[in-house]
């Protein structure tokens, strides 16, 4: 019992932490791309962040891409203190890069959950989702810190989410 009553505080704390730090760049970047380039820098750059992020998220294989991949993984093995196999992908998807061919990897019969620090029109994890199936295996849940996206995504959990239902 004392644990859910930590563990609600503690997201009470958290989600107040993400909600000031959204209103703050927005204050600057009232949306876009902007936006979400000066949100992404704040959250990879927030290690407190990060590490609360990350042992809210389930154990399975997972899949991230791009700068905020790289500091995910290594704050991933700082915190857990035992390497991970994480597939990293390249970053750039969303502003239309294409996904390097993973075709080399045994990934076949493989489900993922896709780690990303935003959401909005889900261009990053379709893109990876897309060369996963290509390769056999697929993304099954998407966790990210923040959701911008309009309309709810039954698969995507966020820490905090900017539309309310």
């Known amino acids: 019992m004392k644990w859910k009553i930590f563990k609600h505080y503690f997201m009470v704390w958290f ?4 909600e000031k730090l959204v209103i703050e760049i927005l204050k600057k970047h009232p949306g876009g791309e902007e936006f979400f380039t ?3 820098e704040s959250l990879r750059n927030d290690y407190e ?3 609360n992020f990350i042992n809210l998220i389930p154990e399975g294989n997972l899949v ?3 700068k905020f991949g790289i500091v995910f993984c290594n704050v991933y093995n700082q915190i857990k203190r035992k390497k ?4 990293l992908m390249n970053g750039g998807l969303r502003g239309g890069a294409e996904v390097e061919d993973i075709s080399y990897l045994n990934l076949a019969g493989k ?3 896709f780690v990303d620090d935003s959401f909005y029109s889900g261009k ?3 893109k990876i989702n897309k060369e996963l199936k290509k390769n056999g295996a697929k993304i099954i849940q998407t966790f990210v810190i923040y959701d911008g996206s309009k309309n709810k995504d039954s698969n995507v ?3 905090y989410r900017y539309h309310k239902e």
Do not use: P
Not at 15 to 18: A, C, E, I, T, V
Not at 84 to 87: A, N
């Open 157 to 159: 959990t966020s820490l």
């Open 15 to 18: 989600m107040k932490k993400l």
């Open 64 to 66: 991230v891409s791009g």
């Open 124 to 126: 990053t994890r379709n």
């Open 84 to 87: 991970k196999e994480i597939l």
């Open 38 to 40: 000066q949100l992404d």
């Open 49 to 51: 962040i990060m590490e």
């Open 111 to 113: 489900n993922f959950i």
